[in-house]
């Protein structure tokens, strides 16, 4: 099973990025996907979470208002949209694949918005 994160980037505050997270190695759609975020000397904590039933969504409420996420199970793929990027959303963006027992990690992709 592979989790693989991309674009992260430096972005200025009030921009937009949206990350991708592929999956392969296993049933997409089965799985509950979630985005964490880890900012240096904090914890890791949850972003959003999209289930394999597309209409349960969850966000933190630091973001809400602000982020998208959206999956497309025909590619694999879980996508976070982010907008109105603030400096304190910098932070390594982690994507999460989770059903039953079955629990993956991708490698994480950094986020840093700063002018």
């Known amino acids: 099973v592979q989790l693989v994160e991309s674009g992260g980037g430096l972005v200025q505050p009030g921009g937009s990025l949206r990350l991708s997270c592929s999956a392969s190695g296993l049933t997409f759609s089965r799985y509950t996907m979630r985005w964490y975020r880890q900012a240096p000397g904090k914890e890791r904590e949850l972003v959003a979470a999209?289930?394999?039933?597309?209409?349960?969504?969850d966000y933190a409420d630091s973001v809400k208002g602000r982020f998208t996420i959206s999956r497309d199970n025909g590619l694999s793929t879980v996508y976070l949209r982010m907008n109105s990027l603030k400096p304190e959303d910098t932070a390594l963006y982690y994507c999460?694949?989770?059903?039953?027992?079955?629990?993956?990690w991708g490698q994480g992709t950094q986020v840093t918005v700063s002018s």
């Open positions: 999460n694949a989770k059903w039953i027992v079955s629990d993956y």
């Open positions: 999209i289930s394999n039933t597309p209409e349960s969504i």
